[in-house]
């Protein structure tokens, strides 16, 4: 129930394992992105997530506090395609909370991020064709893309077959 309860606890680790399972859910992640909704009655909610509008991209998670825990939250947020987290426990106050996370989730941003590894249409290589002194040219239907770490040589490698077999159609 999140109340202080001698000999309970959860890490970090805990809390960004339970935000990660819930934010899988599209209503959860509909309901914790909400800055202020309205209820029945037309009543407002007020959210105690400061991130939603402090820091651009941040699509929930959860926060807390207790005077034995502190202030504490998982944030998550959204940068490019990428989303990343941060955990913090135990805050003194709820800015230094808010500030500590806007400077974690601001670090992963700068470190990690999406970059383009299979480019569609683009050759590839060339395989032998049976049969025949031609080469069949592989080219990439799909594009793909991966997160990184910044800032760190990547290295290109091509693996074709030594063959081909037929008949080959258009997109294999």
Same mark, same amino acid.
């Not at 807390?64 to 998982?74: E, F, K, L, R």
């Given at each position: 129930?999140?109340?202080?309860?001698?000999?309970?606890?959860?890490?970090?680790?805990?809390?960004?394992? %339970?935000?990660?399972?819930?934010? /899988?859910?599209?209503?959860?992640?509909? @309901?914790? &992105?909400?800055? +202020?909704?309205? @209820?029945? =009655?037309?009543?407002?909610?007020?959210?105690?997530?400061?991130?939603?509008?402090?820091?651009?991209?941040? @699509?929930? $998670? &959860?926060?807390?506090? #207790?005077?034995?825990?502190?202030?504490?939250?998982?944030?998550?947020?959204?940068?490019?395609?990428?989303?990343?987290?941060? $955990?913090?426990?135990?805050?003194? #106050?709820?800015?230094?909370?808010?500030? +500590?996370?806007?400077?974690? %989730?601001?670090?992963?941003? =700068?470190?990690? =991020?999406?970059?383009?590894?299979? /480019?569609?249409?683009?050759?590839?290589? #060339?395989?032998?064709?049976?049969?025949? +002194?031609?080469?069949?040219?592989?080219?990439?239907?799909?594009?793909?893309?991966?997160?990184?770490?910044? =800032?760190?040589?990547?290295? /290109?490698?091509?693996?074709?077959?030594?063959?081909? /077999?037929?008949?080959?159609?258009?997109?294999?």
């Amino acid at each position: 129930d999140g109340l202080d309860v001698p000999r309970h606890y959860s890490s970090a680790s805990d809390a960004l394992t %339970l935000a990660q399972a819930a934010m /899988e859910h599209r209503l959860f992640r509909r @309901i914790v &992105k909400q800055r +202020d909704p309205r @209820i029945a =009655g037309g009543r407002v909610l007020h959210t105690w997530n400061d991130l939603l509008r402090a820091f651009p991209g941040t @699509i929930g $998670v &959860k926060t807390g506090h #207790t005077d034995a825990a502190g202030w504490s939250q998982v944030a998550a947020a959204t940068r490019d395609g990428v989303t990343m987290y941060a $955990v913090v426990l135990g805050g003194p #106050t709820r800015a230094r909370r808010n500030a +500590d996370l806007v400077a974690l %989730l601001d670090w992963a941003f =700068g470190r990690y =991020g999406r970059v383009p590894l299979v /480019e569609a249409g683009r050759r590839y290589g #060339t395989a032998p064709v049976p049969f025949s +002194d031609e080469r069949l040219g592989l080219v990439a239907m799909r594009g793909a893309s991966a997160v990184v770490r910044l =800032g760190r040589p990547l290295v /290109e490698r091509v693996v074709v077959p030594a063959a081909v /077999e037929l008949p080959v159609e258009r997109g294999q």
